[in-house]
């Protein structure tokens, strides 16, 4: 059983479209992480959420941690072809914010067509 | 600041060879962390060192190890290759992960075993 459950899987839109995807686990987490990997290259982050309830912003991208922290989503507002990559949430192994051993989801394979 | 080099970028190999990884961290970074990525499993875990020390360990067999030299920078090593060795080699650098620093990765090393 995977500790980070993303979806959906797969999602391919038309630019413009606006699209939410999901990462969801049983358990509690004290931060979660979202990345996005681009064909080709390594991950990079996009934010840390922490806090439950938490809501950030990032340009059209719009992050939430659930109130539970077991839960979290990503939302992106009339996307474009260049937010086309793969999305990945990450939980640390660790505590109080560390980065060690990092669990990652599987990832949503995001495809936006022109 | 150049980010986190790593060489070679593709690697083809044979079952049963070995393989040596390099990867360079950011300037300044102490802590790299590598990581594997295949289709089936996504991101998973491989190990982290800080100031030449391992620090932690994912569940991986004894065929992968790694070390750092006193420049930070970093080697993993795979021996007697499977072909489930078959992956994208990530390594990550940060000031300190435990400290919840941000992870930077390098563009992978796309590993083929035939």
């Known amino acids: 059983t995977q500790l980070l459950e993303q979806s959906p899987q797969f999602l391919s839109i038309q630019e413009g479209e606006n699209l939410t995807v999901y990462c969801n686990s049983s358990?509690?987490?004290?931060?979660l992480q979202w990345y996005r990997q681009e064909p080709g290259e390594g991950p990079v982050l996009l934010v840390t959420v922490v806090t439950g309830g938490e809501v950030k912003k990032l340009k059209r991208l719009t992050f939430q941690f659930g109130d539970a922290r077991k839960d979290s989503s990503l939302h992106i507002t009339a996307a474009q072809p260049g937010d086309t990559g793969l999305y990945l949430c990450?939980?640390?192994?660790?505590?109080?914010?560390?980065?060690?051993?990092?669990?990652f989801g599987k990832g949503t394979l995001l495809t936006v067509n022109p | 600041k150049a980010g986190v080099t790593q060489t070679p970028r593709y690697l083809i190999k044979t079952r049963g060879q070995q393989v040596t990884l390099s990867c360079s961290p950011i300037s300044g970074h102490r802590s790299v962390s590598w990581y594997q990525q295949t289709p089936g499993q996504g991101l998973q875990f491989l190990f982290e060192?800080?100031?030449?020390?391992?620090?932690n360990k994912g569940n991986f067999p004894g065929r992968f190890s790694g070390r750092q030299f006193s420049n930070s920078r970093s080697e993993m090593n795979v021996s007697t290759l499977e072909l489930g060795d078959s992956a994208l080699y990530l390594c990550a650098s940060s000031s300190d992960n435990l400290k919840g620093e941000k992870l930077f990765f390098g563009s992978g090393t796309q590993l083929s075993v035939l």
């Open positions: 060192y800080f100031s030449e020390t391992q620090r």
């Open positions: 990450a939980v640390s192994g660790g505590s109080g914010g560390s980065n060690y051993k990092l669990t």
């Open positions: 358990s509690v987490f004290s931060s």
